[in-house]
């Protein structure tokens, strides 16, 4: 979980108001992110909070769409920032630490009255607070392999001949597939590229990840170290297809590889990788044979860190 987050409900405890008792109100609806397609590819977002600061202190995080009080009046600076849940958990939220905040320089706050705020962040500058370590939409290329356990590949395909990909045109039209026939074993794809810019530790290092599946997979870090390979699960995902009907439901996730990574800085390097296999050190499952075809859709995966 982000330190941030404790950091701000231990201030929001004791943030001084003024002694006015009649607050202003902001409503926020929604935080959507823009960004150039051909730096941080697209712009597919899930933010489920906005972090709050009025005059650089912390008033609360608030789960959106929301409606919220500021004791405050007058013209005042008001930074939002967007919250995502880490790992898809709900007890790890915080803001994400490569979108810039929205800042209102001036706003100005009326008692009783409500100020409609409709925040759009972007994300920070290559090399002033982000830089990218590995990203893949599979619009033109494929730089995901099958380990020698998986029994499928994964393979790019087209809006042309699959309507279940993730499509927004002008910038998508393909998206990484896994498919796995009635009652066979499982996949385990990982990176090609060897990531190596996490010596000299990281602050954070995350990556986002649109998916469409109907059955559990796992995300994680395959890293070489003393002449080894270890393979560590982060997050299980569970399926967006629940029923098994093929319906196009598409879902985003934040995975924290940061602690992985800065766990093991003597490691000759990281893979990303993902696998149906579930049978693991850290969770087991029963394997039960699904008589319909299992199903997987990637896309628009990016590793985004900052160095420390």
């Given amino acids: 979980m982000f330190l941030a987050l404790f950091l701000a409900l231990g201030l929001s405890s004791c943030r001084k108001f003024s002694s006015q008792s009649v607050p202003a109100y902001i409503h926020i609806e929604s935080i959507p992110v823009e960004c150039d397609y051909y730096v941080y590819g697209a712009n597919t977002s ?10 650089d202190q912390i008033i609360g995080c608030y789960e959106l769409p929301a409606t919220f009080p500021i004791l405050e009046n007058g013209p005042h600076k ?11 958990r709900g007890s790890a939220r915080g803001p994400y630490p490569f979108y810039k905040p929205a800042i209102y320089r001036d706003l100005n706050l009326v008692e009783d009255s409500i100020i409609n ?10 090399n002033e607070g982000v830089q990218v370590g590995w990203m893949e939409d599979f619009e033109t290329a494929n730089s995901l392999e099958p380990m020698p356990q998986s029994d499928t590949v994964i393979e790019s395909v087209g809006y042309a001949t699959d309507n279940h990909i993730w499509f927004h045109d002008p910038d998508s039209y393909r998206s990484g597939r896994i498919q796995l026939p009635p009652d066979s074993l499982d996949f385990f794809v990982a990176t090609i590229d060897e990531m190596t810019f996490y010596s000299g530790y990281v602050d954070y290092c995350l990556m986002e990840m649109d998916y469409n599946c109907n059955d559990t997979f796992f995300v994680g870090v ?5 002449n080894t390979i270890y393979s560590h699960p982060i997050v299980k995902v569970v399926p967006t297809d629940k029923e098994h009907d093929r319906p196009n439901v598409w879902k985003k996730m934040y995975i924290n590889l940061g602690p992985n990574m800065n766990e093991h800085v003597n490691a000759d390097y990281f893979k990303v990788y993902f696998t149906s296999y579930l049978q693991t050190g850290y969770e087991t499952y029963e394997y039960k044979p699904i008589s319909e075809e299992r199903y997987y859709y990637l896309d628009n995966l990016k590793v985004l860190y900052r160095p420390r």
């Fill in 46 to 55: 899930r933010i489920t909070d906005a972090w709050v600061y009025v005059d």
């Fill in 78 to 88: 008001v930074s939002i920032y967007g919250g995502i849940m880490e790992n898809g």
């Fill in 117 to 126: 705020l409709t925040p759009v962040l972007t994300y920070y500058p290559i």
């Fill in 222 to 226: 395959r890293y070489l170290e003393d």
